[in-house]
């Protein structure tokens, strides 16, 4: 049997490895889950079950003579972990079990929770020793939800309101329920589809029949309350169809136990940049990481037979591959992985459009990537076949969205094209139609609010700012004035040092606000809807040494060579310094 800390240490990492920094992290802990995290292990499961194997590590953690002993998790382990993410993980499969017509009170909910337990289900009450939530679990969420940000994440569990004030912290974990699962995989055995596509992509295709799953699944995908999990919902149903995909053979296993495999594909998305002193634009493939796995480095095969290496970049995604052309955007690609056990291919989906945008962790940097769905108020690329031209042309007549150019980027073909300084202008888009649309639920904004950060001193790829440098603040909102609120996360007391209506697009200066070096939360939020942006201020006596490099970094492009701020032509003989 696997002891609590393993299984708190390996939830922990299972969340949060091949995930980029920025994510809203879920903590949807489910049978799958525990099945895949099991096979890591070399002891053996209780009973032959993982999830029993877990329960049972929970139980012997938490239940001390019949009740409910919270004392042992608060704080980090020797890992630096929360130690209280698993007996959070157990409560969110509480949640996770209750079936399709049971409705979400206290009552079934805690039923599932003393099952899991292993305590007595006769009453109908929090189970003995959690009797005030306030004092008991919320603390462990909020432990959780504070280590997520300092580690470059985001979290989403929510305290609820009235009865279901902190059951809410489980239920809004939750993602896919047992019965959704099982009636996605009767969905995809039906369909037989065979594609190979993203999770957006995928979600389209779900919801043309949205009316064949269940109520709690609908609301899920069409509930305004559910708008901002849509992505982390629509990444779950892409990881059921990726593994019913892998071994057909685990799905009929799935129908019957709730366990399923590791899913084989990888899917990636497109790299964009542009060549310093030239107007040449170049597309590579830009693969994404297994989420939950750490696997450092593939080794894929080329459409040459080349056997490439490619490492890890940064959280989620390796380095960009090779060059992409007009084949591989208008047909798709796959590529062998040649060199691992758990991983077979590697797809470039077949898509009419791509949204690129900056670059989340450096701004300043003239690439665009397949970083994630554009924020209200961020501009970024929309690369598309020239047949959507005419609904793009659509939605800009209608206000919803606005460009200031486009070009053709690849000279020997004009089927492509791309709209520049694309940014999403209205939120008003329940009435609009167009005839592709993936287009438009790609567009289509489902969070009104966003932060933007810009400026100051900054560490490279981190949100670590310069104590008198820090930077500054933009909330952008399709509302006139948001909600603010500046919170010191490293105070004990979570020192509010502001709080009022904040005018959108209207610059926020940290500079001002006599700042102390400490973690710092930015909080937005208008009609139910909350967003936030953790920023760190360290003093100068705070900065990392590093070492100088042994060599120096050149580049040699249409004739220049460029070492740092010095450029020389490579034809000359004589070294010509020019300082940029």
Same mark, same amino acid.
């Given at each position: 049997?696997?002891?609590?800390?393993?299984?708190?240490?390996?939830?922990?990492?299972?969340?949060?490895?091949?995930?980029?920094?920025?994510?809203?992290?879920?903590?949807?802990?489910?049978?799958? +889950?525990?099945?895949?995290?099991?096979?890591?292990?070399?002891?053996?499961?209780?009973?032959?079950?993982?999830?029993?194997?877990?329960?049972?590590?929970?139980?012997?953690?938490?239940?001390?003579?019949?009740?409910?002993?919270?004392?042992?998790?608060?704080?980090?382990?020797?890992?630096?972990?929360?130690?209280?993410?698993?007996?959070?993980?157990?409560?969110?499969?509480?949640?996770?079990?209750?079936?399709?017509?049971?409705?979400?009170?206290?009552?079934?909910?805690?039923?599932?929770?003393?099952?899991?337990?292993?305590?007595? +289900?006769?009453?109908?009450?929090?189970?003995?020793?959690?009797?005030?939530?306030?004092?008991?679990?919320?603390?462990?969420?909020?432990?959780?939800?504070?280590?997520?940000?300092?580690?470059?994440?985001?979290?989403?569990?929510?305290?609820?309101?009235?009865?279901?004030?902190?059951?809410?912290?489980?239920?809004?974990?939750?993602?896919?329920?047992?019965?959704?699962?099982?009636?996605?995989?009767?969905?995809?055995?039906?369909?037989?589809?065979?594609?190979?596509?993203?999770?957006?992509?995928?979600?389209?295709?779900?919801?043309?029949?949205?009316?064949?799953?269940?109520?709690?699944?609908?609301?899920?995908?069409?509930?305004?309350?559910?708008?901002?999990?849509?992505?982390?919902?629509?990444?779950?149903?892409?990881?059921?169809?990726?593994?019913?995909?892998?071994?057909?053979?685990?799905?009929?296993?799935?129908?019957?136990?709730?366990?399923?495999?590791?899913?084989?594909?990888?899917?990636?998305?497109?790299?964009?940049?542009?060549?310093?002193?030239?107007?040449?634009?170049?597309?590579?493939?830009?693969?994404?990481?297994?989420?939950?796995?750490?696997?450092?480095?593939?080794?894929?095969?080329?459409?040459?037979?080349?056997?490439?290496?490619?490492?890890?970049?940064?959280?989620?995604?390796?380095?960009?591959?090779?060059?992409?052309?007009?084949?591989?955007?208008?047909?798709?690609?796959?590529? +062998?992985?040649?060199?691992?056990?758990?991983?077979?291919?590697?797809?470039?989906?077949?898509?009419?459009?791509?949204?690129?945008?900056?670059?989340?962790?450096?701004?300043?940097?003239?690439?665009?990537?397949?970083?994630?769905?554009?924020?209200?108020?961020?501009?970024?690329?929309?690369?598309?076949?020239?047949?959507?031209?005419?609904?793009?042309?659509?939605?800009?007549?209608?206000?919803?969205?606005?460009?200031?150019?486009?070009?053709?980027?690849?000279?020997?073909?004009?089927?492509?094209?791309?709209?520049?300084?694309?940014?999403?202008?209205?939120?008003?888009?329940?009435?609009?139609?167009?005839?592709?649309?993936?287009?438009?639920?790609?567009?289509?904004?489902?969070?009104?609010?966003?932060?933007?950060?810009?400026?100051?001193?900054?560490?490279?790829?981190?949100?670590?700012?310069?104590?008198?440098?820090?930077?500054?603040?933009?909330?952008?909102?399709?509302?006139?004035?948001?909600?603010?609120?500046?919170?010191?996360?490293?105070?004990?007391?979570?020192?509010?040092?502001?709080?009022?209506?904040?005018?959108?697009?209207?610059?926020?200066?940290?500079?001002?606000?006599?700042?102390?070096?400490?973690?710092?939360?930015?909080?937005?939020?208008?009609?139910?809807?909350?967003?936030?942006?953790? +920023?760190?201020?360290?003093?100068?006596?705070?900065?990392?040494?590093?070492?100088?490099?042994?060599?120096?970094?050149?580049?040699?492009?249409?004739?220049?060579?460029?070492?740092?701020?010095?450029?020389?032509?490579?034809?000359?003989?004589?070294?010509?310094?020019?300082?940029?």
């Amino acid at each position: 049997m696997t002891n609590y800390t393993d299984w708190n240490q390996a939830i922990v990492s299972y969340f949060t490895t091949g995930v980029y920094r920025g994510s809203k992290i879920y903590l949807s802990v489910d049978d799958d +889950v525990l099945n895949q995290l099991g096979q890591s292990f070399s002891s053996t499961p209780f009973n032959g079950n993982w999830k029993d194997d877990f329960c049972n590590a929970i139980k012997r953690q938490v239940v001390k003579n019949g009740q409910i002993d919270l004392t042992s998790l608060p704080g980090r382990d020797d890992e630096g972990f929360p130690k209280g993410v698993a007996f959070l993980g157990a409560m969110v499969l509480a949640a996770y079990q209750m079936a399709e017509e049971e409705r979400i009170n206290q009552n079934n909910y805690f039923h599932r929770l003393k099952e899991i337990l292993g305590l007595p +289900v006769s009453e109908k009450s929090r189970p003995p020793g959690m009797n005030q939530g306030d004092k008991e679990e919320e603390p462990l969420w909020q432990e959780w939800a504070y280590w997520l940000r300092k580690n470059g994440f985001s979290p989403s569990a929510q305290r609820g309101e009235g009865p279901l004030s902190y059951i809410n912290y489980s239920i809004s974990q939750s993602l896919l329920r047992r019965a959704d699962k099982q009636k996605l995989l009767q969905f995809f055995t039906e369909k037989q589809w065979k594609g190979a596509w993203d999770a957006q992509s995928l979600m389209v295709r779900v919801r043309q029949d949205l009316t064949r799953f269940s109520r709690h699944f609908q609301e899920l995908l069409s509930d305004y309350h559910h708008k901002q999990r849509y992505e982390a919902i629509a990444e779950a149903i892409q990881m059921v169809y990726s593994q019913w995909q892998s071994d057909e053979s685990s799905t009929a296993t799935l129908k019957k136990t709730g366990t399923q495999t590791w899913s084989r594909h990888l899917i990636a998305g497109l790299y964009r940049t542009e060549e310093p002193f030239s107007d040449q634009i170049n597309y590579a493939l830009y693969p994404q990481q297994p989420r939950g796995r750490q696997i450092e480095q593939i080794q894929v095969v080329d459409d040459n037979q080349e056997i490439r290496p490619l490492s890890v970049e940064r959280p989620g995604w390796y380095f960009p591959a090779w060059p992409v052309g007009i084949k591989e955007l208008s047909h798709g690609a796959t590529y +062998v992985i040649s060199d691992s056990e758990n991983l077979e291919d590697l797809t470039l989906p077949q898509r009419d459009f791509w949204i690129l945008v900056q670059d989340p962790e450096n701004p300043e940097v003239a690439a665009y990537a397949s970083w994630g769905t554009p924020k209200v108020g961020e501009k970024f690329i929309l690369l598309c076949q020239k047949t959507l031209i005419p609904q793009l042309e659509q939605l800009k007549r209608e206000q919803l969205i606005e460009w200031q150019e486009q070009t053709y980027p690849f000279v020997e073909n004009t089927d492509w094209v791309e709209f520049h300084q694309c940014m999403i202008v209205s939120s008003q888009w329940d009435n609009e139609f167009i005839d592709n649309q993936a287009l438009k639920e790609a567009l289509q904004p489902r969070v009104y609010l966003a932060i933007h950060l810009s400026g100051g001193l900054r560490l490279s790829n981190s949100g670590v700012w310069l104590l008198g440098h820090a930077p500054l603040a933009v909330i952008s909102s399709f509302y006139p004035n948001v909600g603010l609120k500046i919170i010191k996360l490293s105070d004990p007391l979570k020192e509010v040092f502001r709080e009022d209506s904040q005018e959108r697009d209207k610059p926020i200066s940290f500079n001002d606000c006599c700042f102390e070096p400490g973690d710092y939360l930015i909080e937005a939020s208008r009609a139910g809807e909350t967003v936030e942006r953790f +920023v760190k201020i360290i003093d100068w006596h705070q900065l990392p040494l590093l070492s100088p490099p042994s060599t120096k970094e050149t580049l040699n492009i249409n004739g220049w060579q460029i070492c740092g701020s010095i450029i020389q032509p490579l034809s000359s003989p004589e070294i010509k310094k020019e300082e940029l």
